[in-house]
């Protein structure tokens, strides 16, 4: 498990972020806070193999209140 506080204000930049880290993690969660350029996220490598998500696995984004 790895948790990051990812500050990015470039869109490309942070799409490649978002892919090298499933080049490691199965799942990758994203809780992007209001008002802020950082979000944070939760990436996990799964115990067992995941159903396809998409091209680079799943990824989930939600806002802190």
Same mark, same amino acid.
């Given at each position: 498990?790895?948790?990051?506080?990812?500050? &990015? +204000?470039?869109?490309?930049? +942070?799409?490649?972020?978002?892919? *090298?880290? =499933?080049?490691? =993690? *199965?799942?990758? !969660?994203? /809780?992007?806070?209001?008002?802020?350029?950082?979000?944070?996220? /939760? &990436? !996990?490598?799964? +115990?067992?193999?995941?159903?396809?998500?998409?091209? /680079?696995?799943?990824?989930?984004?939600?806002?802190?209140?």
């Amino acid at each position: 498990t790895l948790v990051l506080n990812l500050v &990015c +204000r470039d869109p490309l930049l +942070r799409e490649e972020t978002l892919k *090298d880290l =499933f080049v490691v =993690f *199965d799942h990758v !969660q994203s /809780y992007k806070i209001p008002e802020e350029v950082n979000e944070i996220l /939760y &990436c !996990q490598v799964a +115990r067992t193999p995941p159903p396809p998500q998409g091209k /680079y696995g799943s990824i989930t984004v939600k806002t802190l209140k």
